[in-house]
């Protein structure tokens, strides 16, 4: 069964490797025209797949409940201040880009406003030289008034028969007065341009003031806001922070619980190996105590036999040893997680899985291996309800079963069980994390593949 806890880092693991296989099976089916190399290929990393996500999976099921959470709790908390100091460098980043450009714009408006004052300056300037203008215009347009027409003065003096020289003198008086009335009118009519295009002018700035002034409380406006959000925002980050703190602690406190955990199944498992040990060094005795009884028995029977002058065959009381595996403790033959050293996959140490993992469900019968005298049926705080049970020597060798994480079991201490007689159910007690059989076998004392002997 699937463990209830899950890491995330090895659940996006399982993911991508499903979604792998996923890939893997589709390519194989809609691509049959593929040649027999490509294929051989194609299953062989199908079933590489299958075996890393088996891995992640059994990966998962040795790691306690409370580390996974605390992991994914520091997790979450380094990925939240990630985002929100990222959130708030670009906060930052816009308030200085906002205060900068305030200043720019500050600038930008007192430059318009400058020019705006020169530009009335010279408005007013303009604006009383053409009065001047217009007051010396009416200066001479009183004096024509009032002494009438050069022109007609000058035709008179014609018709009346004055001295051709004074006439001439009187026409270049005339002609003079004349160019300058003409002059005066002249530059005033450029002065009034000149003030209707430096009153455009005068608009213009106004309205420029006017859009920089806008811009600016604007952007004021802008930057209090970014203000605030980059108060809100490290007010934030200093939240996640001893958030943070508080999660390295909790997973810090949960590693050490894990290790923990680690060293008291190391220690169990060394007991029972020095305890089975034991048993194997008695076995072993009482082996060889068989053996040299039956060669003391033959050698009096030969003896006898010589006596009697009889001949006397030699028959071998060892005993044969048996090639067969032991048979599979489950109905289910899905491994989960197999036996060896592997990596712890938060601790990052590598520690040994001294058996062999089976799917099963929570309260599945579990089946004895081998015919074999129950040497402990008891619960242990790592390994949960087990049984342990020692078959003999086999194969040459001492060999004993467990049995671990049972729900409960139905034998007893120095009970004899028969091979494929039910000893107990499936479960998740001890150090596990999800219902599963956690089988051992041990050799001479000491851990081995299980699988070696099942064949």
């Known amino acids: 069964m699937r463990p209830r806890a899950r890491d995330a880092a090895l659940r996006q693991r399982v993911a991508v490797l499903a979604g792998a296989l996923t890939m893997g099976v589709i390519a ?18 199908k ?64 430059q318009a406003q400058a020019e705006l004052v020169d530009a009335i300056a010279a408005v007013e300037e303009t604006e009383a030289d053409i009065e001047v203008r217009r007051a010396r215009i009416g200066d001479m347009v009183a004096d024509t008034s009032q002494y009438g027409s050069p022109e007609l003065a000058s035709l008179g003096s014609v018709l009346g028969g004055s001295d051709p020289a004074e006439i001439g003198a009187n026409l270049a008086l005339t002609s003079s007065v ?50 605030r959000s980059a ?28 290790l923990d955990r680690i060293a008291v199944l190391e220690a169990r498992r060394q007991q029972v190996e020095t305890m089975l040990q034991a048993v194997a060094r008695r076995q072993a005795a009482r082996r060889l105590a068989a053996a040299q009884a039956a060669a003391a028995e033959r050698a009096a029977a030969e003896r006898a036999a010589a006596a009697r002058h009889e001949s006397t065959p030699t028959v071998s009381a060892s005993v044969q040893p048996s090639s067969s595996p032991l048979s599979l403790p489950v109905d289910s033959s899905y491994v989960t997680s197999p036996y060896g050293m592997r990596l712890h996959p938060i ?108 064949g």
């Open 28 to 45: 194989t089916v809609a691509v049959p025209a593929l040649g027999s190399e490509r294929q051989d290929d194609l299953e062989h990393r």
């Open 47 to 110: 079933a590489g797949v299958i075996d890393s996500l088996q891995s992640a999976n059994s990966d998962l099921s040795e790691v306690s409940a409370d580390l996974v959470s605390a992991t994914n709790a520091l997790s979450t908390a380094q990925t939240r201040l990630v985002s929100a100091q990222r959130e708030l460098a670009r906060t930052r980043g816009q308030l200085a880009v906002a205060e900068s450009l305030d200043d720019q714009m500050a600038d930008e408006l007192a």
């Open 178 to 227: 004349m160019n300058s009335q003409t002059s005066e009118l002249d530059e005033l009519s450029a002065t009034e341009t000149v003030l209707g295009v430096q009153q455009e002018l005068i608009q213009e700035l106004r309205d420029e003031v006017a859009l920089k002034r806008a811009a600016a409380a604007q952007n004021l406006e802008v930057k209090a806001e970014l203000t």
């Open 231 to 258: 108060q809100a925002q490290t007010a934030a980050v200093a939240e996640i922070v001893a958030s943070r703190r508080t999660a390295q602690q909790d997973a810090a406190a949960e590693r050490q619980v894990e």
């Open 347 to 454: 601790l990052s140490v590598y520690k040994l899985h001294d058996g062999t993992d089976f799917g099963a469900g929570c309260g599945t019968p579990i089946y004895a291996a081998a015919s074999g005298t129950v040497v402990s049926a008891l619960n242990d705080a790592a390994y949960g309800n087990r049984v342990i049970m020692t078959h003999g020597i086999i194969g040459g060798r001492s060999l004993a079963t467990s049995y671990n994480h049972l729900t409960s079991d139905t034998v007893s201490t120095g009970q004899r069980v028969s091979k494929g007689q039910v000893i107990g159910y499936a479960g998740t007690t001890g150090y596990s994390t999800g219902c599963h059989l956690h089988f051992m076998v041990y050799e001479n004392g000491s851990t081995v593949d299980p699988m070696g002997w099942l």
